[in-house]
C-alpha cells in the first residue's frame, strides 16, 4: 500500500527498521535455536540472537555481491518470525494439528506475520496489511516462493497459506515461478551458515558433543552415516567424511573441551574460520560465474561449491546426531509437541474467549471453520517457549511430566 514520508530514509531503511521494532522480532528472544531458553542454559542461542548473526553474514555477502544491504538485512533479520514455540520440534505439533486446513510452515507463517498479523498499517477497508514492507524486501524475506501442492514430493516446505494467496501473487509479480531472487539466495545461505556453525558452538559449549569424541574418531563412520541419512542422500558417505577430513586439518579445528578461555577461543576461532571459509568461497563462485552480470534481484544465482555445502551439511548433521536424534532428548521433545497439541485442542473448543484480542476478533470474524483454527493457529505460533508452557498449565491444568 502506497505510503507518504517526510523523513530521508529509503523504503528499503524503514523496511529494515520496521521488522526491528515489530512484537513478532522480540518474541523470537524466547524461541528455541536448538536449545530452549525455557532449559536453564543461558548461553545458548534463541532465534533472535541466531537473526542477528544470520544478518550479520548476510549484510556482509551483500556488500561483496553488489546487493541491496538493507534488502538482504531486512530479510535475514525476518526470516525466523514465523517460528512457533520449541522451533522446528514446535512446528511439526502445528503442522499435525492443522493438517486439514493446509498445514502449518514457519517461512508460510512469517509472510503471514509480515503481510497482516503485525500491527502496523491498514488499508482503506479497514484491513490490515501488516508492517507493508516493500515488494522487494518481501521477496527477499521469501525462502519457498510456492504453496503447499507445489511442494516437492516429500517435502513439507512452502512459502505461503492458501488465504495468503493474493499478496504472495503480488510481491512475486513477473518474478520466474519457483526461483528465488539473489537476495533471498543470500539470506537463505547466510541462514545456512549461521546455522552450522553456531549450532555446532552450542552443541560443544552445553556437552552435548565431546570434540574428543570428534577427535577420536570414535564411531566415526557410524557418525558419517548418521549425518548422511540427516541429509537424505544428498551426499554420499564419501563426500561427507572428505568435508569432516577438510575441517578438522584446520588450526582451530577444536580436539577438547575443558570450558577454560583458552578453549572457548580456540572454538570461536574455528566458528570464525568457518564463516570466512563458506563465505568467501560462495562470493568467489558466485561472481565468476557471473562474469560481471549484476546480480540483484533475478539478475543472477548464488553459487555455492558442493564441498562447501558438504562441510556445512557435515557440521549441522553432527548437531543433529548428538542433540535433535538423540535419545535422550526424545521424551522432552514429545512432551513439547503434546503440549502444543492440547494447547491448540483446548483453545478451538473453548472459542475466542481465550484469545489475545487481536486473535479472538479474527476468530470471531472468521467466515469457516478452517479461517477460525487458522486464528488458533496463529495465537499458538505467536507464543515464547515460556508462554506456551504457561497457557498449558492454565488452560489444560495438566501436569507437566
Given at each position: 500500500?502506497?505510503?507518504?514520508?517526510?523523513?530521508?530514509r529509503?523504503?528499503?531503511?524503514?523496511?529494515?527498521?520496521?521488522?526491528?521494532?515489530?512484537?513478532?522480532?522480540?518474541?523470537?528472544?524466547?524461541?528455541?535455536?536448538?536449545?530452549?531458553?525455557?532449559?536453564?542454559?543461558?548461553?545458548?542461542?534463541?532465534?533472535?540472537t541466531?537473526?542477528?548473526?544470520?544478518?550479520?553474514?548476510?549484510?556482509?555477502?551483500a556488500?561483496?555481491?553488489?546487493?541491496?544491504q538493507?534488502?538482504?538485512?531486512?530479510?535475514?533479520?525476518?526470516?525466523?518470525?514465523?517460528?512457533?514455540?520449541?522451533?522446528?520440534?514446535?512446528?511439526?505439533?502445528?503442522?499435525?494439528?492443522?493438517?486439514?486446513?493446509?498445514?502449518?510452515?514457519?517461512?508460510?507463517?512469517?509472510l503471514?506475520?509480515?503481510?497482516?498479523?503485525?500491527?502496523?498499517?491498514?488499508?482503506?477497508?479497514?484491513e490490515?496489511?501488516?508492517?507493508?514492507?516493500?515488494?522487494?524486501?518481501?521477496?527477499?524475506?521469501?525462502?519457498?516462493?510456492?504453496?503447499l501442492?507445489?511442494?516437492?514430493?516429500?517435502?513439507?516446505?512452502?512459502?505461503?497459506?492458501?488465504?495468503?494467496?493474493?499478496v504472495?501473487?503480488?510481491?512475486?509479480?513477473?518474478?520466474?515461478?519457483?526461483?528465488?531472487?539473489?537476495?533471498?539466495?543470500?539470506?537463505d545461505?547466510?541462514?545456512?551458515i549461521?546455522?552450522?556453525?553456531?549450532?555446532?558452538?552450542?552443541?560443544?559449549v552445553?556437552?552435548?558433543?565431546?570434540?574428543?569424541?570428534?577427535?577420536?574418531?570414535?564411531?566415526?563412520?557410524?557418525?558419517?552415516?548418521?549425518?548422511?541419512?540427516?541429509?537424505?542422500?544428498?551426499?554420499?558417505?564419501?563426500?561427507?567424511?572428505?568435508?569432516?577430513?577438510?575441517m578438522?586439518?584446520?588450526?582451530?579445528?577444536?580436539?577438547r573441551?575443558?570450558?577454560?578461555?583458552?578453549?572457548?577461543?580456540?572454538?570461536?576461532?574455528?566458528?570464525?574460520?568457518?564463516?570466512?571459509?563458506f563465505?568467501?568461497?560462495?562470493?568467489?563462485?558466485?561472481?565468476?560465474?557471473?562474469?560481471?552480470?549484476?546480480?540483484?534481484?533475478?539478475?543472477?544465482?548464488?553459487?555455492?561449491?558442493?564441498?562447501?555445502?558438504?562441510?556445512?551439511?557435515?557440521?549441522?548433521?553432527?548437531?543433529a546426531?548428538?542433540?535433535?536424534?538423540?535419545?535422550?532428548?526424545?521424551?522432552?521433545?514429545?512432551?513439547?509437541?503434546?503440549?502444543?497439541l492440547?494447547?491448540?485442542?483446548?483453545?478451538?473448543?473453548?472459542?475466542?474467549?481465550?484469545l489475545?484480542?487481536?486473535?479472538?476478533?479474527?476468530?470471531?470474524?472468521?467466515?469457516?471453520?478452517?479461517?477460525?483454527?487458522?486464528?488458533?493457529?496463529?495465537?499458538?505460533?505467536?507464543?515464547?517457549?515460556?508462554?506456551?508452557?504457561?497457557?498449558?498449565?492454565?488452560?489444560?491444568?495438566?501436569?507437566?511430566?
Amino acid at each position: 500500500m502506497p505510503e507518504t514520508h517526510r523523513g530521508a530514509r529509503s523504503d528499503f531503511a524503514r523496511d529494515r527498521a520496521r521488522v526491528l521494532h515489530s512484537s513478532g522480532w522480540r518474541r523470537l528472544s524466547a524461541k528455541t535455536q536448538v536449545l530452549s531458553p525455557t532449559a536453564g542454559i543461558d548461553f545458548a542461542r534463541n532465534r533472535l540472537t541466531h537473526s542477528l548473526e544470520v544478518a550479520q553474514i548476510g549484510r556482509e555477502l551483500a556488500v561483496a555481491l553488489g546487493l541491496s544491504q538493507d534488502v538482504v538485512d531486512t530479510a535475514c533479520l525476518a526470516h525466523d518470525l514465523g517460528h512457533p514455540p520449541f522451533g522446528h520440534n514446535g512446528e511439526k505439533a502445528l503442522n499435525e494439528w492443522a493438517a486439514d486446513i493446509g498445514g502449518f510452515e514457519g517461512n508460510a507463517q512469517t509472510l503471514r506475520i509480515l503481510t497482516r498479523l503485525e500491527p502496523k498499517h491498514f488499508s482503506g477497508t479497514g484491513e490490515s496489511v501488516g508492517l507493508n514492507l516493500t515488494r522487494a524486501t518481501l521477496d527477499a524475506s521469501c525462502k519457498y516462493p510456492w504453496a503447499l501442492a507445489e511442494a516437492a514430493p516429500g517435502s513439507a516446505k512452502f512459502g505461503y497459506f492458501a488465504d495468503d494467496a493474493e499478496v504472495f501473487h503480488w510481491l512475486r509479480a513477473d518474478a520466474p515461478a519457483r526461483r528465488k531472487c539473489a537476495e533471498a539466495q543470500v539470506m537463505d545461505l547466510s541462514d545456512d551458515i549461521a546455522y552450522s556453525v553456531h549450532d555446532f558452538e552450542d552443541a560443544i559449549v552445553s556437552e552435548h558433543i565431546d570434540p574428543e569424541i570428534l577427535t577420536a574418531r570414535s564411531g566415526h563412520a557410524s557418525l558419517i552415516r548418521a549425518v548422511a541419512d540427516w541429509a537424505e542422500g544428498r551426499y554420499t558417505a564419501d563426500e561427507l567424511g572428505a568435508a569432516f577430513d577438510r575441517m578438522s586439518a584446520g588450526e582451530s579445528w577444536l580436539t577438547r573441551w575443558d570450558g577454560s578461555r583458552r578453549d572457548q577461543a580456540q572454538l570461536k576461532n574455528f566458528t570464525s574460520d568457518m564463516i570466512g571459509r563458506f563465505a568467501r568461497a560462495a562470493i568467489d563462485a558466485t561472481l565468476t560465474a557471473a562474469d560481471g552480470a549484476p546480480l540483484a534481484r533475478y539478475g543472477a544465482d548464488v553459487v555455492v561449491p558442493r564441498e562447501i555445502r558438504a562441510e556445512i551439511a557435515v557440521l549441522k548433521g553432527i548437531v543433529a546426531a548428538f542433540v535433535m536424534q538423540s535419545g535422550r532428548r526424545q521424551p522432552t521433545y514429545r512432551r513439547q509437541r503434546t503440549l502444543l497439541l492440547e494447547l491448540l485442542h483446548t483453545l478451538w473448543e473453548t472459542g475466542a474467549g481465550e484469545l489475545e484480542p487481536a486473535y479472538a476478533a479474527d476468530f470471531r470474524a472468521a467466515d469457516s471453520e478452517e479461517a477460525a483454527r487458522r486464528a488458533v493457529v496463529d495465537q499458538v505460533a505467536s507464543l515464547t517457549d515460556q508462554s506456551a508452557i504457561a497457557w498449558y498449565r492454565r488452560l489444560c491444568d495438566v501436569p507437566l511430566v
